[in-house]
T-cell receptor, first 110, second 111 residues
Framework: QKEVEQNSGPLSVPEGAIASLNCTYS??????FFWYRQYSGKSPELIMS????GDKEDGRFTAQLNKASQYVSLLIRDSQPSDSATYLC??????????FGKGTHLIIQP | SQTIHQWPATLVQPVGSPLSLECTVE??????LYWYRQAAGRGLQLLFY??????ISSEVPQNLSASRPQDRQFILSSKKLLLSDSGFYLC??????????FGEGSWLTVV
């Protein structure tokens, strides 16, 4: 069974610091990896996608993928209060969609 | 650009009543379509996916069914709701192999 594991948190980070979110996945054939942000009561929105080993940067966000370790991470630099949300890690690539983790609740302290 | 709409946004239904949630996608052809459910304290659970008209795959045994009568329309149904059907239902779409995009979601409370 495909699984994506995340620490549920809450993860509390001071404003301006770096927030580090991690996840591991079980299905070695997964080719696509995603980070979604979900505000309370809202649907998930895409933050980053990553398909190959290494780092991918987009503004304040950096996604890291290590397929050998089956590990994906998201770094948020210069964290802002508006970054407070639940972050969902997802893995997949086939027609059956993505497998999601339960999410990490991130709190940015002003 | 592509957009996805689902409705209704919220509904409160008694146990044993029927359910119909509808989703449409605009601006793309032959998308993969998905229904996910997010229950309190749990992650996103894939309920159904469809790769084409009339083609439905179910991920988990349940009290729900799905249909895809048109290329960009996806419907989630139940004949008799259970309390355990309560949750946040999300329709989603993608082009195969690419990012999945979600609709606004439908909050269902079964009472």
């Amino acid at each position: 069974q495909k699984e994506v594991e995340q620490n549920s948190g809450p993860l509390s980070v001071p404003e301006g610091a770096i927030a580090s979110l991690n996840c591991t996945y079980s299905d070695r054939v997964s080719q696509s990896f995603f980070w979604y942000r979900q505000y309370s009561g809202k649907s998930p929105e895409l933050i980053m996608s990553i398909y190959s080993n290494g780092d991918k940067e987009d503004g304040r966000f950096t996604a890291q993928l290590n397929k050998a370790s089956q590990y994906v991470s998201l770094l948020i630099r210069d964290s802002q209060p508006s970054d407070s949300a639940t972050y969902l890690c997802a893995a997949g690539g086939g027609a059956d969609g993505l497998t999601f983790g339960k999410g990490t609740h991130l709190i940015i302290q002003p | 650009s592509q957009t996805i709409h689902q409705w209704p946004a919220t509904l409160v239904q008694p146990v044993g009543s029927p359910l119909s949630l509808e989703c449409t996608v605009e601006g793309t052809s032959n998308p993969n379509l998905y229904w996910y459910r997010q229950a309190a304290g749990r992650g996103l659970q894939l309920l159904f996916y469809s790769v084409g008209i009339g083609q439905i795959s179910s991920e988990v045994p349940q009290n729900l069914s799905a249909s895809r009568p048109q290329d960009r329309q996806f419907i989630l149904s139940s004949k008799k709701l259970l309390l355990s059907d309560s949750g946040f239902y999300l329709c989603a779409w993608n082009i195969p192999g690419n990012t999945i995009y979600f609709g606004e979601g439908s909050w269902l409370t079964v009472v």
